[in-house]
């Protein structure tokens, strides 16, 4: 039998890559949520620390269903579980009764109570697996180079509290490296993070609704997204390249 390659990326996560091709179908999905990671190398939950619980700051793709659900489940058992996790494991193993009997009729519900505007992705039975969820292309960028960036602290971290000889060679062949470490930690932890911070308190906040919720979180995210546009483009101008 042909053994399903997964579409991670095996260049820059090769062990990943590798066990998931060749996990049991029945395990894949445990397998990339030990990694975080979905078969297209997407991670499945936010992995960044955030002051509020992951119930409550599940992706803004995600169905209302799983939100409702994991919320409810915190506040019942303090058991903190991400929206994200929850659909993907419903994706994983019950995806046609998860659809059909959970988040269609729910989406539904909260559209025709006026909590929420029509989706056709998540509001008709027959177009789900046919309408994707946009990714921003800035977003992605911007990923990639923060990879790379955090790849360099590392190194530069690491040689330069334990080996100084090796740590002058490498800024010798590395001159900018140290220069973009502490670029990296102040943009990381300046406006974008505030941007983070304030679209999780309104993803967790009380009283709105479904509709004036993403309205602002959109809004918002719009911001992070031409934050991450101006530091692709100072970090490409530096020679870091996605």
Request: charged residues 25%; aromatic residues 12%.
């Amino acid at each position: 039998m042909p053994i399903p390659v997964a579409r991670i990326n095996p260049l820059e996560k090769p062990i990943e890559a590798t066990l998931d091709s060749l996990a049991p179908s029945i395990l894949r999905p445990f397998v990339e949520f030990a990694f975080n990671l979905d078969g297209l190398g997407r991670q499945i939950y936010n992995d960044r620390n955030s002051r509020y619980a992951d119930a409550y700051t599940g992706g803004d793709n995600i169905p209302e269903v799983y939100k409702i659900a994991a919320r409810n489940w915190f506040d019942s058992t303090t058991m903190d579980v991400s929206p994200n996790i929850l659909y993907f494991f419903a994706n994983n193993y019950v995806d046609g009764i998860s659809r059909t009997l959970l988040q269609a009729p729910v989406s539904t519900y909260l559209w025709l109570s006026g909590d929420k505007d029509f989706d056709w992705k998540h509001d008709t039975l027959f177009l789900n697996s046919f309408i994707g969820s946009k990714s921003n292309f800035d977003a992605r960028q911007w990923s990639k180079i923060e990879d790379d960036l955090k790849e360099r602290q590392k190194i530069v971290n690491a040689l330069k509290e334990n080996n100084p000889v090796r740590y002058a060679s490498y800024l010798a062949a590395h001159p900018l490296d140290e220069m973009l470490v502490e670029m990296y930690n102040q943009d990381v932890n300046g406006h974008l993070r505030d941007l983070r911070a304030e679209a999780n308190q309104f993803r967790a906040m009380e009283g709105l609704s479904t509709r004036d919720k993403k309205a602002i979180v959109d809004a918002i995210v719009l911001q992070q997204n031409l934050e991450k546009f101006r530091l692709v483009q100072l970090y490409k101008a530096m020679g870091v390249e996605p």
